[in-house]
């Protein structure tokens, strides 16, 4: 959406308080993604593709054969 | 003290006394210490190691056991499984190249011949063993004769001993 | 509470206004080599012998017989951990096998074999899944120390150097089909299979 797009009167001109305020949810959002959600999304990742070759193990056989 | 106690220690003294007179530790030696002083330390032999050249040795009787000429250790023989069977087996000794095992070891002890190795026979080690590698000096010596010589000693006897006429 | 998850959702799907791109590139990156490293050492932790033997069924089973062997203690003191011969080194299948763990963490917390008589009946299925993975893999963890075309033959006894110069070289065998019980004392082969 350009800005030209916004109407005026869509348009809510931001306080400091709201600045202060998305800076603070910024950083916890910065803070929950990399130290909480990013490792347990790859943990979850590999576990689940770990868990999908140890299937097609269980079928195929062991590997090698 | 009582008397009794004065006594009991007096006897054990005298006994005791006498005791360490008559085997001194340079007198007589200890079976188990050999020659080394009370005051010094044995210094044992190094731990030998089993020969294992795979060459086979000659009985010293017909029927004895032959011994092992190679290295058995921890080597399984129990009730789950027996290593030495999984090369010298009938079945196996054709693959592994392996002494079978005799025809002996296939009777029971009331005669009867079995399909497999009979369970009295099932423990090798009991009868055939390693030999060490060590000096022939070191080992345990014995008298044992072979009985080719007997029977030469006693020919050699026979023929000089004159004959009667 | 919907205005909040509304209002975090509007700060996740729209550009940052306060961090740089530079910011959240390096620290994401910087983040992501912290978590693989932490996620390496704990993988390798479980990979350890304490980790192994930390279950008295371990502890108290197979360590104890693997105490007596070569693997365990020898001369030059180059030795094997559990993880050496049961856990792959290939990327894929070391996730697989610590997948495949979790059955033995469902068999730890439901005493499959918690006791000495549970474990010696259900030896046999243990160590033939064990020698058929080995069988497979053309006893690869073995090979992963033990190389054959580096093996002096002249250094080996008669019966080792006759059995490897003639199965070993051409491939008719691989190393379990004879070492079985190498590591472990054999189990009750009486209703094993030849496979």
Same mark, same amino acid.
């Given at each position: 959406m350009k800005e030209a797009d916004i109407a005026a009167t869509d348009r809510v001109p931001e306080t400091p308080a709201d600045s202060s305020l998305r800076r603070t949810e910024e950083f916890r959002t910065w803070f929950f993604l990399t130290i909480v959600m990013a490792p347990v999304l790859a943990v979850l990742t590999v576990a689940g593709f770990g868990f999908v070759v140890w299937m097609y193990q269980l079928v195929a056989g062991p590997p090698g054969s | 003290m009582t008397a009794i106690l004065r006594r009991t220690i007096a006897v054990s003294l005298v006994l005791f006394g006498t005791a360490a007179a008559a085997a001194g530790p340079t007198e007589g030696h200890d079976p188990l210490r050999g020659r080394t002083a009370v005051d010094d330390m044995t210094r044992p032999p190094s731990i030998p190691t089993a020969e294992n050249r795979d060459l086979k040795r000659t009985?010293?009787?017909?029927? /004895?056991?032959?011994? %092992?000429?190679?290295?058995? *250790?921890?080597? /399984? %023989?129990?009730?789950?499984?027996?290593?030495?069977?999984?090369?010298?087996? @009938?079945? @196996?000794?054709? *693959?592994? /190249?392996?002494?079978?095992?005799? %025809?002996?070891?296939?009777?029971?002890?009331?005669?009867?011949?079995?399909?497999?190795?009979?369970? @009295?026979?099932?423990?090798?080690?009991?009868?055939?063993?390693?030999?060490?590698?060590? =000096?022939? *000096?070191v080992a345990v010596q014995n008298t044992f004769e072979d009985v080719d010589s007997v029977v030469r000693r006693s020919q050699a006897r026979a023929k000089?001993?004159?004959? =009667?006429? | 509470m919907r205005d909040l998850l509304k209002r975090y959702w509007r700060t996740l799907s729209t550009p940052s206004k306060f961090y740089s791109l530079g910011f959240l590139v390096v620290s994401g990156f910087i983040g992501g080599i912290l978590f693989w490293g932490g996620f390496n050492t704990a993988m390798e932790l479980t990979n350890t012998e304490q980790f192994c033997t930390?279950?008295?069924?371990?502890?108290?089973?197979?360590?104890?017989?693997?105490?007596?062997?070569?693997?365990?203690?020898?001369? !030059?003191?180059?030795?094997?951990?559990?993880? +050496?011969?049961?856990?792959?080194? +290939?990327?894929?299948?070391?996730?697989?096998?610590?997948?495949?763990? !979790?059955?033995?963490?469902?068999?730890?917390?439901f005493g499959s074999i918690d006791t000495r008589e549970k474990f010696l009946e259900k030896r046999i299925e243990l160590a033939q899944r064990e020698w058929a993975r080995l069988k497979a893999n053309d006893s690869l963890e073995c090979r992963n120390c033990h190389d054959f075309n !580096?093996? +002096?033959?002249?250094?080996?006894?008669?019966?080792?150097? +006759?059995?490897? !110069?003639?199965?070993?070289?051409?491939?008719?065998?691989?190393?379990i089909d004879c070492h079985k019980g190498i590591a472990h004392r054999l189990p009750d082969m009486t209703h094993a299979e030849l496979r």
């Open positions: - | 009985r010293s009787y017909a029927m /004895q056991p032959p011994t %092992i000429p190679h290295s058995i *250790e921890n080597y /399984q %023989i129990d009730r789950f499984a027996n290593r030495c069977l999984m090369c010298h087996a @009938r079945a @196996r000794a054709g *693959e592994t /190249q392996a002494t079978p095992i005799s %025809i002996t070891h296939y009777t029971d002890r009331d005669g009867n011949f079995l399909a497999d190795v009979a369970p @009295r026979r099932y423990f090798c080690d009991t009868c055939h063993v390693v030999q060490m590698d060590i =000096k022939p *000096e000089a001993v004159p004959k =009667k006429k | 930390g279950c008295h069924e371990m502890r108290e089973n197979v360590y104890q017989e693997l105490q007596a062997t070569i693997h365990f203690t020898n001369r !030059s003191g180059v030795r094997a951990k559990c993880s +050496d011969c049961h856990v792959p080194k +290939d990327w894929t299948h070391k996730m697989a096998r610590k997948m495949q763990a !979790s059955k033995e963490v469902w068999g730890k917390i !580096s093996m +002096d033959l002249t250094r080996q006894g008669k019966r080792a150097a +006759d059995a490897h !110069s003639t199965a070993l070289e051409q491939r008719t065998k691989t190393c």
